[in-house]
């Protein structure tokens, strides 16, 4: 006698909609395949991994931002937090969007670990001759380790390499000069040597992160409204 086996679970198709940084979309997925903490965590990962993790602001601009030492404390609970955060998020299933979580994990890493570099450099720039970030960087790390006159001429050469490329990527000669202007007239200051430090840190933080794994390409593979949804339609577009 043949028995005929028939599954009693069906696809469940529900309606999720949500908006990007330009377009709002109303989708259809199959509940019986990804669940709405996956799509939502899924959503929330994608944009994390295009943005800053923390926002303990430790980077000064002038002598007079420059943090205090406690800032490494609110540093780190930022950053144990927002790692317990992350971790806790489950997004899709599918290979891609596990290794999404895994690289918005690292980003987080290295974004504390070089804050950390930065806060402390302030009272004690040494921490910077790291070779983590490669000869430039460290070259750079040098130069704000010098003092006194030597350190302000360092911040001005390092500062003409810097609209040098500028120039190359297309901005003025005379943006250039401004900038070079603006930068000698604050090296004149009684807290020039400060001035120079913090022109050479904001040197060092760009070589720093342009060290840093490039996940472009396994970013522009992911398409949320395709990976996660049976069917997709466009609500509205800020164009």
Known sequence: MSMLLISTSQAKIQTYQYADEVCEFKNQYDDQKINIKQIKDSITLH?????????????????DKIPSPDILNKLTNEYQQTKQQYQKLSPASLAPYQQLKQIVLRQLDDEYKMNVLIAKSYRNPKVLLTQDYGKTCYAIAEKMNLTGQALKTASLNQHKVF????????????????SLQQLQQKLNQP?????AFLDLLK?????????????????????????????????????
């Open 47 to 63: 944009r994390l991994a295009f943005s800053s993790k923390l926002n303990t602001e430790v980077f000064a601009f002038t002598p």
């Open 163 to 178: 609209l040098n490329q500028q120039i190359k990527l297309g901005q003025s000669q005379q943006f250039a000069q401004q």
């Open 191 to 195: 807290q020039g040597e400060k001035y």
């Open 203 to 239: 040197e060092w933080n760009n070589c720093a992160i342009d060290t840093l794994p490039n996940d472009e390409k396994k970013l522009e593979k992911l398409n949320i409204n395709k990976d996660l949804f049976i069917k997709s339609k466009e609500l509205y577009c800020d164009n």
